[in-house]
């Protein structure tokens, strides 16, 4: 069992950026594939990024081009970079350990003015 600690979120103007961290209990190390997904509200939760071994990634269109995803397997963390924030990106930002099936709580963003 892994346990996944989101961090980082906040609000945050339209243009802006911020920062997502998530933190395992454990290795990551021989966890094939981390990302990211979120829920916006009154909607369904959807992928924004995976990233696999050794570091190939893959995005939603929509935030191609404005979002980078990482990890580090030596301290067992996965980052979120999110730059030129829209409103559109608000949402409850979850952590995955996509191929072992486990889930942080999440961590709020909201992108308002």
């Known amino acids: 069992q892994v346990h996944l600690v989101e961090s980082g979120g906040g609000v945050v103007q339209p243009g802006g950026s911020l920062r997502l961290s998530c933190a395992a209990s454990g290795s990551i190390a021989s966890i094939g594939i981390m990302g990211w997904y979120r829920q916006a509200p009154g909607k369904q939760r959807e992928l924004v990024a995976l990233?696999?071994?050794?570091?190939?990634?893959e995005y939603v269109a929509s935030v191609k081009g404005r979002f980078t995803i990482s990890r580090d397997n030596r301290k067992n963390t996965v980052a979120l970079q999110m730059n030129s924030l829209k409103p559109e990106d608000t949402g409850v930002y979850y952590c995955?350990?996509?191929?072992?099936?486990?889930w942080g709580q999440g961590t709020q963003v909201t992108v308002s003015s």
């Open positions: 995955s350990a996509v191929t072992a099936g486990f």
């Open positions: 990233i696999g071994q050794p570091g190939s990634t």
